[in-house]
């Protein structure tokens, strides 16, 4: 099938390749704007005069793909919250210091942390200026106070505060991804300092979050176990703050972290239990009008429950064009389905792009929809059970297929049972999820038999304990690879050719797929190379100090951590897979470092400086040394001074005071990020 025929298709591709042009290129709205009204005039006029053509020409072609290509710039644009006229950010004074009354209103309830309750909020007022915006809110934890509810509207008297950009290498950068969804800033507060100004619900998402809380007291009476409440809470409520970190990790090594955030699968399951629910109804006069309807409006129901997330929303989009579609029984290309739900949620959520879930869904529905058929044809037990378990093998294949460049991306790792977990896991979801709507509605009405609640809830233990004995067989864990952004590219292309080739042999198939395989090793090789270089670098790490010094792709790491920290940090693992390193040597803390024609000096907590016939270049501060910097610095005239983590707040403030004095630069870890030296 050519799928590029399909007008959807190409118009939904240069949407995304709009929106891509936006993100990477800073161009005004003052110019997209009359760009895409003259575009789209011109295609207007061009649509009147070839109204008759069957066939369009190509200047009609190319003026339409730069028409939606325009569009998607445009509303990349107009969805960027930082150019609105009541924008916090264009009327608000953001010094870091400067104190504000700030009116807000709680939207969302995060996972919390080890020291914070988070919150996304949406601003009301600045030092009473009415404005609007989302910022996140950190609440310091409290014992004694409860935690805040959906449409809380809260006054703070505090700053807003930068979101710190990554301070490692290859950090996951938390900044950027709260970008993705218009959070730009942070307020860091405590139960002490915050005045409830209004606990009534009246938004669509405070009667939803009022509504999961009545379902959660309810369920509490039937003494369901923690985990099963936070698995039932993830599976048909969409919220997965109460789950621990402990089933996070067995379900993500088990290859099933998928399962626990509400997604096209339990949509689509749901959508089979409506339809078959409401198959009476079509005998009616307008049946098939009324049931589609009904599905429809129940689907986005159960979006608004679950929170609306991004991952919901596309769901839910995505399947109510498909109920449409099959209800009318109107013939369509599921392509073209997954086009459409794809185009109206890049028009009017452009950042879904770049959210991971959207990404892998996409992914998986098209490798299913496309490679699924022809792989569950190459085996036809007569069995039936069996060839149940084999169609479900053969969609895990494909889904799995669909997602490995972009899973291997962002997560370095490759759980190789896979395939056992969702064997089992698939068909026990749809049972959960059935039985999980009857006992939630039956709670609601008191009316669940302790029975019921009781079989509900081992059903669900015991698919963890499936999932928990899954994640423990290590060897079938693949971890820390390293897989750049040009290894999925390639690696999506020799898929793509590989499985054309296999559906049809020809010489251009055939060159294709040799291409694309000659193309994932030259990327193999350039990424290879890329390594071999030389780093010295001092990392942040709070309260510790961490020295690292790579060859090509070994790292010396100096630091003074224990053995089960340093298992543990992140900071090495993420450097380790970001510069593909193979082996790593750790070493004690040195007082002198050479990196090729530069000097350091390191100054610990013994303050020892004065060194024989050694003139360093760089000097690095660590463990607060008490010594007076304006001496030091009239002593050995370093050419830079570099403070790490573990030093003292007054003491970096006192040195960079001093620094600022005699004009020497200075280099902080906590505020600039690790400090590195590279020798290509």
């Known amino acids: 099938m050519k799928l590029l025929n399909f007008a959807i298709i190409k118009i939904t591709i240069c949407l995304i390749v709009g929106i891509l042009f936006a993100h990477y290129f800073d161009i005004h709205i003052r110019y997209i704007i009359p760009i895409t009204l003259i575009l789209i005039i011109i295609l207007s006029v061009f649509l009147i005069i070839e109204k008759a053509r069957l066939v369009k020409s190509l200047g009609f072609s190319m003026l339409t793909f730069f028409t939606f290509m325009a569009i998607g710039s445009l509303t990349y644009q107009l969805h960027d919250q930082r150019e609105f006229k009541h924008h916090y950010a264009q009327q608000t004074d953001l010094n870091i210091d400067s104190i504000k009354t700030i009116t807000f209103q709680i939207r969302e309830v995060l996972k919390p942390r080890i020291n914070h309750e988070k919150y996304i909020v949406d601003l009301l007022q600045i030092d009473h200026q009415v404005l609007r915006g989302k910022t996140l809110l950190n609440v310091k934890k409290d014992s004694l106070s409860p935690a805040f509810k959906v449409d809380d509207i809260l006054i703070a ?201 959207f990404q892998m869904s996409y992914s998986a529905v098209i490798a299913i929809v496309s490679m699924q058929p022809p792989m569950v044809r190459l085996w036809q037990p007569k069995f039936k059970p069996i060839k149940k378990l084999w169609e479900i093998f053969t969609v895990t294949m494909a889904a799995q297929i669909g997602v490995l460049p972009i899973s291997l991306f962002y997560f370095h790792q490759f759980p190789g049972l896979f395939f056992l977990s969702n064997l089992v896991i698939i068909p026990v979801l749809g049972l959960i999820l059935g039985m999980g709507i009857v006992v939630i509605f039956m709670a609601l009405m008191n009316i669940l038999p302790f029975w019921l609640a009781n079989v509900y809830g081992g059903i669900i233990s015991v698919m963890n304990s499936f999932v928990r004995w899954v994640s423990l067989q290590e060897k079938f864990i693949f971890n820390d690879i390293p897989f750049s952004i040009l290894k999925v590219l390639s690696l999506y292309f020799l898929i793509m050719t590989s499985f054309f080739l296999y559906r049809k042999l020809s010489f251009r198939r055939f060159t294709a797929a040799m291409l694309s395989i000659m193309i994932f090793q030259s990327v193999l090789i350039f990424e290879k190379q890329k390594h071999q270089s030389e780093e ?51 070493d004690s803390l040195e007082s002198i470092y050479l990196f090729h024609n530069i000097r350091f000096l390191v100054i610990d907590s013994l303050g020892i400086y004065k060194i024989p016939e050694f003139n360093p270049d760089y000097v690095i501060l660590r463990n607060s040394p008490k010594i007076n910097l304006n001496r030091l610095l009239d002593s050995i005239k370093p050419q830079l001074i570099i403070a790490d983590g573990s030093n003292y707040k007054s003491y970096l403030k006192r040195w960079e005071l001093s620094c600022l004095q005699q004009n020497i630069p200075y280099h902080l870890t906590g505020r600039e990020g690790a400090f590195v030296v590279k020798n290509e």
Do not use: C
Request: positive net charge.
């Open 536 to 586: 010295f670098i001092v990392f942040h790490k709070s309260r510790f100090s961490m020295i690292g010094l790579k060859k090509n792709t070994a790292l010396t790491l100096s630091h003074n951590l224990d053995s089960v920290s340093v298992a543990k940090d992140h900071i090495i693992r993420n450097y380790k897979i970001g510069n593909s390193i193979t082996a790593i040597k750790e």
């Open 157 to 357: 008297a505090t700053p807003l505060r930068d979101i710190n950009h990554p301070l490692n290498p290859n950090q996951f950068d938390y900044k950027a991804y709260l970008e993705n969804q218009y959070v730009y800033h942070q307020i860091f507060t405590d139960n002490s300092q915050l005045l409830v100004f209004s606990s009534e619900v009246h938004t669509l998402f405070g009667y939803a979050a009022q509504l999961r809380t009545r379902i959660n007291n309810k369920l509490r009476h039937y003494h369901f176990k923690p985990d099963e409440l936070s698995l039932i809470n993830a599976l048909l409520l969409g919220q997965r703050q109460d789950i621990s970190n402990n089933i996070l990790n067995s379900y993500f090594k088990a290859g099933a972290i998928h399962i626990l955030a509400v997604s096209g699968l339990h949509v689509g399951i749901i959508l089979y239990l409506l339809s078959s629910m409401f198959r009476p109804i079509e005998y009616l006069r307008r049946g098939r009008i009324i049931k589609i309807v009904l599905i429809v409006v129940i689907l986005w129901g159960f979006a608004v429950v679950a929170g609306l997330s991004a991952s919901v929303t596309r769901a839910v989009t995505m399947f109510s064009i498909v109920a449409i579609g099959m209800n009318l029984k109107r013939p369509s290309n599921i392509y073209n389905t997954l086009a459409i739900s794809m185009f109206l949620l890049l028009l009017f959520k452009p950042l879904f792009l770049f959210d991971v879930g």
